[in-house]
Nanobody, 128 residues
């Protein structure tokens, strides 16, 4: 059973950085089986959307336009953890952030509910 646990959420001032972690268990990030790990977020009153994804087949990373250049997804196979480094945060980045796992290496951003496993989420609040 795949389990994902997010951490690192909290309160941050506009323009500040924050790094989210997604600790995985039940599978190994260096598995030869293809998978995709995505970061999603749900802002108040909005639908959940996929904002970033990493594909295991070749390590390709993907971002939606609104976070491109500010957010970076990465993985540490030794720690079995995926990270989302978020820089230059703005009020619009306030949301609950989720990591999710999907078998196969297809990364889908935007409004997508096809992931196989989800974490419980971490709240990020950008406020002065």
């Amino acid at each position: 059973q795949v389990q994902l646990v997010e951490s690192g959420g909290g309160l941050v001032q506009p323009g500040g950085p924050l790094r989210l972690s997604c600790a995985a268990s039940g599978f190994s990030l260096d598995s030869p089986d293809y998978y995709a790990i995505g970061w999603f977020r749900q802002a108040p009153g909005k639908e959940r959307e996929g904002i970033s994804c990493i594909s295991s087949s070749d390590g390709s990373t993907y971002y939606i336009d609104s976070v491109k250049g500010r957010f970076t997804i990465s993985r540490d196979n030794a720690k079995n953890t995926v990270y989302l480094q978020m820089n230059n945060l703005s009020f619009e980045d306030t949301a609950v952030y989720y990591c999710a796992f999907q078998s196969g290496d297809l990364c889908v951003l935007g409004h997508y509910d096809g992931m196989d496993y989800w974490g419980k989420g971490a709240l990020v609040t950008v406020s002065s």
